[in-house]
Every structure is written in C-alpha cells, then in structure tokens.
C-alpha cells in the first residue's frame, strides 16, 4: 500500500500542476483572473513602497502638445452627439487580459441598466464602436473618447475608445481593477453621449472615482427620450475628442 502511495500523490500531484497550467492557457477567465491578481497584487505593493518612502502616487501629466486636446468644461457641458436609438454595436480590439477583462466590465455594467445597450461583435467593420489601447505616457489621459458626429442631426457616426496601457497598467499610477472599470465605463459613457459632471457620477472629468451611478443612469434614459432637433440635413461631420 505505502509502495502505492509513493507514486500516488507525485501522479496527483502533476495532474493538478498540467491542469493549473492548461487552465491558464485555454480559459480566458482563469486567464484573466490570474492577470488581475497579478495586476493587484503589483498596485498593493506599490503602495507600501510609497508608504515606506514617504512618496505619493504619481498622477498623469499633460504635456504641452497634448493640452489642446483635454476637455474643456464649456465645449462638453451638454451632450455632443447620440446613436439613433440606445444601442450601438462595438468590437473588442483588446489583447492585455486586464484591460479586456475591465473592458468586458464596463460592457456588461452599462447593459445591466437597461438604459443602453452595446452589442458585442466579432468583426471591427461591423462595429460603432472600436474599444482598443493606446501605449502613450504623453498623452497625460488614462482614456479616451474619440468621436465622429453628423452636424446635421447630431447622430454619432463612429466613436472610438481607447485605454491608456501607460497609465493603467503601470502601478506607480496606482490604478485597481475596480478604477480602471470605471475609466472603461466613463469613456463607455462618453460612447453613449454621455457628458462630464462634477456630481457624483461615473462621468467625473477624473473619470475612475465612480462607477455608474443612478443619475447616469437617469441621465441615458433622458438623453434617449429626446428627439435630435438638429435644424439642417447636411452631411458634414464633425469631430470631438474626449480625454479621460
Ligand atoms: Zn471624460
């Protein structure tokens, strides 16, 4: 029996390690998992370096060239454009697990309110909406809303969104899963039409204090039940850039 036992538990032993390892490789929630405990477990670590060192948590900088593209309070303090009607399609241009895992997040919490609806596709063409990152230490913006609007009836044609990896990844920053979610759901909001307000709200110009809040909520809702009272019908666009 003991001779059995021998080789046993080595056996076991193995099948639990080949499968841990299979399971890494071939689930992507197990993937993703891991990768957000390892993302954790880096911002946790960071912040008992800062607490033995005395240093605070760097915050984004905008650098000069970049200023010119930060919001402005005046030109986002109404709505800048809508879909058709609350829902659009978008696409997952993600690789890092972190980062898709929030961006997956963020999807999901805006279409458990049932005030909007984005509809995952498979095919960047298809989409509305391209959901992608950037790797830009420059750009001074942990996320960005980038969209494209008929000036005629004020209808979004395409809005793009973009993650900042610069800053959302690197723990010096001090970004948790839970404030790069609400950074995911902030520009999400930007997607929908959605603009700042110093209330609190997933739509703080800081953009990942908050997750959705009931008045964002409210507020799509609102935005939804308006008609567009765009006076022309020409086809010019126009372009708005959200950073944050
Ligand atoms: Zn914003």
Redesign the pocket.
């Given at each position: 029996m003991k001779k059995y036992s021998k080789l046993f538990l080595p056996l076991i032993y193995s099948l639990i390690f080949i499968t841990a390892i299979w399971s890494y490789q071939n689930i992507e929630t197990v993937n993703s998992n891991t990768n957000i405990f390892i993302h954790e477990v880096q911002i946790h670590t960071q912040n008992i370096i800062n607490q033995v060192t005395g240093k605070k948590k760097q915050k984004p900088k905008l650098t000069k060239d970049n200023s010119q593209r930060t919001?402005k309070k005046a030109t986002y303090s109404k709505p800048v454009g809508k879909w058709p009607t609350n829902s659009a399609t978008i696409f997952i241009n993600i690789k890092d697990p972190v980062l898709r895992s929030a961006a997956k997040s963020a999807i999901k919490a805006w279409n458990d309110t049932g005030s909007f609806t984005f509809h995952v596709v498979k095919k960047q063409k298809d989409a509305n909406i391209p959901f992608t990152t950037i790797d830009d230490d420059k750009d001074g913006a942990a996320g960005l809303t980038e969209a494209n609007i008929n000036s005629g009836n004020g209808n979004f044609i395409y809005v793009r969104v973009e993650l900042n990896s610069a800053y959302l990844l690197n723990p010096v920053y001090g970004y948790s899963q839970r404030r790069i979610i609400n950074t995911a759901e902030?520009e999400l909001g930007?997607a929908i039409g959605l603009h700042?307000t110093d209330n609190i709200s997933v739509?703080q110009?800081t953009?990942s204090n908050y997750p959705i809040q009931s008045t964002d909520i409210q507020n799509v809702k609102l935005l939804y039940s308006r008609k567009n009272t765009a006076s022309t019908s020409s086809q010019s666009q126009t372009n708005t850039t959200?950073n944050?």
């Open positions: 919001e902030h930007h700042h739509m110009p953009g959200n944050n």
